[in-house]
Nanobody, 126 residues
Framework: QVQLVESGGGLVQAGGSLRLSCAAS????????MGWFRQAPGKEREFVAA????????YYQDSVKGRFTVSRDNAENTVYLQMNSLKPEDTAVYYCAAGYSRSAVPLYRAYEYDYWGQGIQVTVSS
């Protein structure tokens, strides 16, 4: 079965950095666009960043542009989210997701994704 397993979360001070990883198994990774979403307490899940199947195109939520970078390694079946200049408002559970797509356009709507990880906590202290 398909599994998406996030790692790399934790507690960091404001201004710090974290790198999230999401290891995928049970699917043909290079046929899937990948995305990162997050959900803060009391809020709805929101889109953070996405990358096309080839890694050639990326897309970001405005609030993370210039601070977060999404990348992927198709040989390792892994997608990454490098998060720099973290702010307390970045505190949330972060989820990676896989959506079947060979389009060059990254997917940014939650309903376009077929599989989801279990989520990982990121806490940014002020």
């Amino acid at each position: 079965q398909v599994q998406l397993v996030e790692s790399g979360g934790g507690l960091v001070q404001a201004g710090g950095s974290l790198r999230l990883s999401c290891a995928a198994s049970g699917l043909t990774f290079s046929s899937y666009a990948m995305g990162w979403f997050r959900q803060a307490p009391g809020k709805e899940r929101e889109f953070v960043a996405a990358i096309s199947w080839s890694g050639g195109n990326t897309y970001y939520q405005d609030s993370v542009k210039g601070r977060f970078t999404v990348s992927r390694d198709n040989a390792e079946n892994t997608v990454y989210l490098q998060m720099n200049s973290l702010k307390p408002e970045d505190t949330a559970v972060y989820y990676c997701a896989a959506g079947y797509s060979r389009s060059a356009v990254p997917l940014y709507r939650a309903y376009e994704y077929d599989y989801w990880g279990q989520g990982i906590q990121v806490t940014v202290s002020s």
